[in-house]
């Protein structure tokens, strides 16, 4: 396979201010042998009329509208049209270096992997980095795989996204991403991770992971918000047929995090849900940190982690104002 075709799935949802550059990014790719799919997931600002333009621009493109579903659903019918040897996933305010495919391309034709996974860079978009040839390649195979996706997901940056690999197709032909629900990439992962041989790390940076704007992850806590414990709750029902398990304690590590995730999102961003109980919200969530406290401070988490996981236990405000201020720093 000399020129393997890549399917890049970009699902889109009221982004005009910043999909111009998502999409420019993927065009503008060294490796050209790309099926560009984007996917409107219903939007009411000009986001349908700049894909219809790039349509008109690139014929690598290909546009479909459809109802409002969530990121799930666009992403499922990306994954239904798309054609490519290999498939991979763009966030529409997110982008690309430019010469990441190609790089990902080398990897495939030398080792065979059924995946790689490269880095990404948070950055307000004033971030540009120079194209790395420095990079490190790190091998995982079969059993391995899952207990080092589960693990990396403890200490590393955005662990669990899709839009840091590239799949081969055979592999996630038939597995479908949970619809109406976020964080949605935890479980696909896993299941696909447990049908894979065999996944290729490269250290290199290929993914500008904005932060400059309000999304899923960047705003107030909502109800959608506990979707995480859900996806949490999945994994470790995934884990516990697993024959290693190493897998299944450290699926209980994610589980146990995502009360202080939640947390951590109260402490930076607040509220956004007027419906939620603030005081009971905060409550049940420190209850439940606190059980699992103990357990998470013998995990493999960060220590910043576990000290953060202590501060929000006695009050969320303890918090607060320090990520605040970091977050001003950052901007």
Known sequence: METPLISVIIPVFNIAEYLPRCIDSVINQTYKQLEIILIDDGSTDKSPEICKSYVQKDKRVTFISKKNGGQGSARNVGLSLCIGDYITFVDSDDWLVNDIYTHCVDIIKKSKPDIVSFNCIETNGNIEIDTDSNFQLESVSNDDLLRDYLYRGQTDRAPFTVWRKIYKKEIIKK?????????????????????????????KIGYYYYQGNKSTTR?????????????????????????????????????????????????????????????????????????K???????????????????????????????????????
């Open 175 to 203: 597995i479908k991403f949970d619809e109406g629900k976020i964080n949605e990439d935890i479980v696909f992962n896993f299941k696909v991770l447990s049908k894979a041989n065999s996944l290729v790390h490269t250290s």
């Open 293 to 331: 406290y103990t357990f998470l401070l013998k995990s493999p988490i960060p220590l910043s982690r576990k000290l953060m996981a202590g501060l929000l236990i006695i009050d969320v405000k303890l918090l607060s104002e320090p990520l605040k201020m970091y977050k001003k720093i950052k901007k």
């Open 219 to 291: 705003n107030g806590l909502r109800k959608r918000d506990f979707d995480l414990l859900d996806a949490s709750d999945q994994l470790i029902e995934l884990a516990k047929n697993e024959k290693n398990k190493e897998i299944y304690y450290l699926a209980r590590v994610k589980e146990a995090r995502s009360y202080f995730s939640l947390l951590a999102k109260i402490a930076m961003y607040g509220f956004e849900d007027d419906t939620l109980d603030q005081k009971e919200v905060i409550k049940s969530l420190k209850k439940n940190l606190r059980k």
